[in-house]
C-alpha cells in the first residue's frame, strides 16, 4: 500500500479532492494513512452527494463507508428525516450534512470494536508458570539418574521388556495429545466466535446511538427548515447564512424560538385574502420604474397582476396604426375628409368605418391581469414601491387583534421579497418605545421577524414617533416611492399637529398614501382621518377565531 507521507501517489490523491473534504478524510482511520483508501473514501463521498443532490438515498451499490453495520444505518436515517428532499432543494444543507457524517464515521471508527475474533486473554499468574518451570526441570533430573543406575545392573533381556512396555506407552500418550489438541483447537474457535459476535454487538450498540444522537440534531433544523420554505417560496439558503460556515444547524437562526409561530400565521394567511390584497396594493411607482428588458407579458384575466401595454393609459406615442380616432388620424387622413371631392370624403368615412385610418399609436402601462408570453421588450420596471408598516403594540392589541397585526407583517415581508420590494417595520407602543425593523430575507431580517412573532404586545400608544421616523425615511431615495401601512385598533390619541402638517406635504408633494388597517372599532373616526388616505376595516375574523370583544 501506498502512504501518503512523502509520495507522488498521495499527493496526487489528495489534490483531486475538495480542499473542503480533504481534512475529514485524512482523520479517519480507515482512510487517512492509505493513498489507496483515501481515493475510494473521496469516491464514495462524491457518490453519496452526487445522490443526495438529485434527490435521492444513496446507492446501496456504492460501497462508503466500508462498514456495512455503519453505511445501512446511515443510509436508514437519512431516509427517516426525509433528508434526500431538502439536499437537493437547498445545497447548503448537503455540505453542512456531509461533514456532519464525516464527523460520525470519525468518532464511529475511532472507538469501534475489531471483529477479527481474538478473545481477549486473561493474564496469566507468574506463579503457575513458575511450577511448571520446576516440575519440567525435577522430571529431568529424574530422568537422568535413572539412566545411570541401569547402565551397570540391568541385563538385556529386562531392558528390552522395558524397552516394549516404553513403546507402548509413547502411543497411549500420543492419542491422547492428539485429542488435547483437537479439544484446544475447538475452544479456541468458539472463543474467537463469541469474541465477533460481542464485537459485532457492540458496534451495533454504538451505531445505534451514533444515529438517534444524528436524528436528534437534524429533526428539528429539517422541521424549521420546512416551516421556511412554506412560509418564502423560492427560499435561497445562502441569503440566510449568517456565518462563515454557513449553514449551521446548531446556532444562530435556527435554534431561534417563533418558528411555530411563523408556520401558525402562515396557515391563517391563507384563509386571509382580504390582507393579500392590501400589502398587493400599497407602494407608489409601479410601472413608471426605469426601463429595462424584460418578458413580454399579455392581458389575461384570473392570472396574477403584470404589466401590460394599454391604450386605456395614453402615455406616449408608440408608432402607427390604424383605428377609427379622429383625434389620433395622421394629417393625410384629415385632408380626404377637407377635400371639396364628395369621393375622397366618401373614403375618409370608409376607412373610418372599418377602423382602419391611418393613425399615432398612443399607450401606456397599465397593471392588469396577465401571462408572460415568449420574447422579450423593453419595459418598465413592473416593481411597486417600497412598504413602510407603522404597528400598533399596544396592550388593546392582545389577543385575535394581536394574530392579525403578525399575519399582516408576515405577509409584506413575504411579498416585498417575492416582488423585490423593501419593506421596513417599526413596532410602536408607549412613548419612547419605537422598535424598527428591516422585513429583508436575510438572516439579520429573519432572526429579527421570528423574535417579533414569539413576542407579545403590551404597553401604551404613541403614534408620532413612528411617523416620525417613517416620513424621515421617505426623504432617503430608496424609500420616496413608498407607502405607508398603519396597523391599529383605532384606539389611538390625536398626532401632534406638526406631524399631521408634515404628513400632507408630503402627500401633496411626493404622492405619499397613508392605508390604515382597523382591527377593531375605531376610537375616533377623526385621528384615522388626519393621518390616512384609505382605510379598511378587517372583516375575516372567523379566520384567526373569531372578533375580539
Partial sequence: MARLSGTVEGAAVMGRIPEDVLPFLLRLPSAGGDAEALRRSASGVAEWKNALSRGLLPDADVIWPEDDTFREA???????????????????????????????????????????????????????????????????????????DSDEDGDGEEQSQAGGQGGGGDDVDGDDNVDDFDVGVDAEQAAKEQAKEQAKEKNKEMVQKLMEDFKEQWEPAVDKLDKA????????????????EGFDLTRGLWQQTGWKELDSLRKKLQDLRELRDMVRSLGRGSGRGPLRRAPRQRERQGFPMGLVRSPMEPEETAGLCRSDDISRMMPSELTLLASSLPQARLLHFARRAEHTLLSYERVGWSEEPAITIEGFETRPAAECGPI??????????????ETVAKAMVLECMRQSRAQQRACFLYSFSGPGDCQELELKLNATGLYGLLEFLSGSFHGGTDVDEPFNRALSRLNEAEWSNAD??????????????????????????????????????????????????????????SAVGGKPS
Avoid at 417560496?233 to 462563515?244: C, K, V
Avoid at 385598533?489 to 408630503?506: K, M, Q
Fill in 74 to 148: 446511515m443510509i436508514e436515517a437519512l431516509g427517516d428525516l426525509d433528508m434526500a428532499r431538502f439536499t437537493r432543494r437547498f445545497p447548503p444543507v448537503l455540505d453542512t450534512l456531509m461533514k456532519n457524517i464525516l464527523d460520525i464515521l470519525y468518532i464511529y471508527e475511532r472507538d469501534r470494536v475489531e471483529e477479527d475474533g481474538e478473545p481477549e486473554m486473561p493474564p496469566s499468574d507468574p506463579q503457575d508458570s513458575q511450577s511448571m518451570s520446576d516440575g519440567e526441570g525435577e522430571g529431568e533430573a529424574q530422568g537422568s539418574g535413572a539412566g545411570d
Fill in 229 to 244: 420554505a412554506k412560509a418564502f417560496e423560492g427560499l435561497n439558503l445562502d441569503d440566510l447564512a449568517d456565518g462563515p
Fill in 388 to 401: 413602510i408598516v407603522c404597528l400598533d403594540t399596544s396592550g388593546s392589541m392582545m389577543g385575535a387583534r
Fill in 484 to 541: 405607508i401601512l398603519l396597523v391599529t385598533d383605532g384606539e389611538i390619541a390625536p398626532p401632534d399637529e406638526n406631524l399631521v402638517a408634515n404628513l400632507n406635504e408630503a402627500k401633496e408633494e411626493m404622492g405619499l398614501k397613508v392605508h390604515g388597517l382597523l382591527v377593531g372599532d375605531a376610537g375616533d373616526p377623526d385621528v384615522m382621518k388626519s393621518l390616512c388616505t384609505h382605510t379598511h376595516k378587517f372583516q375575516s375574523w
